[in-house]
């Protein structure tokens, strides 16, 4: 079946641009996150989704950025005035059951921001 | 003090070594734990939970201390596939960290011929 899909693939913008990044979750799976992963790092987490609800934004680093899921499945990340500090790989991921431990988070090939 | 820590690496191995990572963190608060696997320029995926009572899934086994705040990851007989990044991801799920998923920096492993 379809994984997690993110678009684009790459996106290269200008410092204090508006940007939105796209995730398309696996059908059917209700939790939903946003990671952010710079070179050399593991993921940072930014934002937890149940459902169409932010159940944890608050891995998100100032008011900037700002996350949706209106219809609890798409989501869209949006960054405001972008900063060459924004430039990133943003990683989505989804699971099929959130509140339970050992849940499996499937990851989409992530989106490559760069800020110039 | 960062909330997941792992061995810096990178750990060079030749094929058929038995190769041991590390990871400490810093909730006490943590209920449950992975490895993830990340492969040069791909996403993360999931290799293992790792249990209470420790695990083992083919030539990987996974341990947990809860005591020490301490989770280890051990490969037998390492392939040439085995080289990725392995990261260590935490999550604390109680109420005041609802899924904030944390993952470790990464330990960066090359089998070698």
């Known amino acids: 079946g379809a994984g997690v899909s993110q678009t684009p693939s790459n996106k290269v913008t200008e410092k204090g641009k508006y940007v939105e990044l796209r995730c398309d979750p696996i059908?059917?799976?209700?939790?939903l996150y946003w990671y952010r992963q710079s070179l050399g790092q593991g993921p940072e987490f930014l934002i937890y989704?149940?459902?169409?609800?932010?159940?944890?934004d608050s891995g998100l680093p100032n008011d900037r950025f700002f996350a949706v899921r209106p219809e609890g499945s798409v989501s869209t990340l949006k960054i405001q005035r972008t900063e060459r500090g924004d430039s990133a790989m943003y990683l989505c991921?989804?699971?099929?059951?959130?509140?339970?431990?050992?849940?499996?988070?499937?990851f989409g090939p992530g989106t490559r921001l760069t800020v110039l | 003090r960062k909330e997941v820590e792992q061995d810096p690496g990178p750990f060079n191995v030749p094929e058929g070594a038995t190769v041991a990572f590390n990871c400490t963190y810093s909730?006490?608060?943590?209920?449950?734990f992975f490895w993830y696997r990340q492969d040069c320029r791909k996403e993360p995926k999931l290799l293992m939970s790792?249990?209470?009572s420790g695990n083992e899934d083919g030539r990987f086994t996974a341990q947990l201390n809860r005591a020490s705040q301490y989770i280890s990851l051990l490969i037998r007989d390492s392939k040439l596939s085995d080289s990725a990044t392995y990261l260590c991801?935490?999550?604390?799920?109680?109420?005041?960290?609802?899924?904030?998923?944390?993952f470790g920096p990464g330990t960066r492993l090359s089998v070698l011929p």
């Open positions: 991921a989804s699971s099929s059951l959130s509140g339970i431990a050992y849940n499996e988070q499937f």
């Open positions: 059908s059917g799976h209700t939790a």
């Open positions: 989704f149940q459902g169409t609800g932010a159940a944890d």
């Open positions: 909730n006490s608060a943590s209920q449950s």
């Open positions: 790792v249990y209470s």
């Open positions: 991801v935490v999550n604390p799920v109680d109420m005041d960290y609802g899924q904030n998923f944390v």
